[in-house]
């Protein structure tokens, strides 16, 4: 089911599987601003990603002994997510543990998810609450594309990578095959603001970094100023990636943890976690999307 969030700005859709940002429209323009999943690229718009971000080593991970399968990211992108309450500029879904949750995931938990329109800013949160009688460390992130080059016959150099502030960030290097952490970690760049983007920066897949300060990474058109803001303050990680060949989206990917290590020993309670709630905690994060046109 589609739900859509209006304003003088802005024309939003949300799809209820996967609680997913399917359709962010310039309502002055018409233009389409959020990369529109076509399947012979990446069939994908806005995943949000849980109970972990990237993969699994081995596909598997062990709780208590027991051996669960999972893919890549999670399941929450690839299921049904209930409504909750709607205004005409927000809306609020729910996915509680379910049978096919326990089955990839051992814990009784609701993901709650709020998306609200606000001028020319789209903010989604995300509401973790513990409802099982244990421990339940989880990962969570945000994986948005953006539309690039924003109008046709645009050169990706006419686009910059910017944080709002100079940074030094440091690369949390991840195998370009299996996509875990290699243990490696090394100086992106120091004391800059701008990553140039070019069709050959994506080659070796996603850019993970760590060690930053920036309230915001923006997806910039240098000559006109025109952007995407993607507030990124309290994320320790953040990744940019597209895929490999002609750049036609770009994802700014805040995320709260990362893959497994290569030699991760499988035990969920060693994986990296965005938080370990006790039960009856719950836990908040919010993403907030600016299209500067």
């Known amino acids: 089911m589609e739900f859509i969030l209006e304003n003088e700005n802005l024309r939003v859709t949300v799809e209820s599987h996967g609680a997913e940002l399917v359709s962010v429209v310039n309502r002055q323009t018409g233009e389409e601003l959020l990369w529109q999943a076509d399947p012979e690229v990446w069939p994908r718009h806005a995943p949000v990603l849980f109970p972990y971000c990237g993969r699994l080593k081995d596909g598997v991970f062990l709780h208590k002994g027991v051996r669960y399968e999972g893919g890549q990211h999670g399941f929450a992108r690839d299921m049904e997510h209930a409504l909750r309450q709607q205004t005409d500029d927000s809306v609020t879904l729910c996915l509680e543990a379910n049978a096919l949750t326990m089955k990839q995931f051992p814990f009784a938990f609701q993901f709650i998810t709020t998306y609200t329109l606000e001028g020319n800013t789209v903010s989604h949160r995300v509401e973790v609450i513990n409802d099982s009688d244990e421990v339940m460390p989880f990962g969570l992130g945000f994986h948005p594309a953006f539309n690039c080059p924003f109008e046709a016959g645009r050169p990706t150099e006419d686009y910059v990578l910017r944080f709002d502030v100079p940074q030094s960030p440091i690369m949390v290097e991840t195998g370009s095959q299996d996509g875990l952490v290699t243990g490696q970690r090394r100086p992106l760049f120091q004391?800059?603001?701008?990553?140039?983007?070019?069709?050959?920066?994506?080659?070796?897949?996603?850019?993970?970094?760590?060690n930053l300060t920036a309230k915001t990474l923006s997806l910039v058109e240098k000559d006109t100023g025109r952007s995407v803001d993607v507030d990124i303050t309290g994320f320790p990680y953040v990744l940019v990636w597209s895929k490999a060949g002609p750049v036609k989206f770009v994802c700014i990917e805040p995320w709260h943890s990362l893959p497994d290590a290569r030699d991760a020993s499988g035990q969920w309670e060693e994986k990296p976690a965005a938080a370990r709630l006790n039960p009856g905690q719950r836990f908040a994060t919010v993403l907030k999307m600016r299209f500067a046109r």
């Open 191 to 210: 004391n800059q603001t701008d990553l140039p983007l070019t069709d050959t920066l994506f080659d070796h897949d996603s850019i993970c970094m760590t």
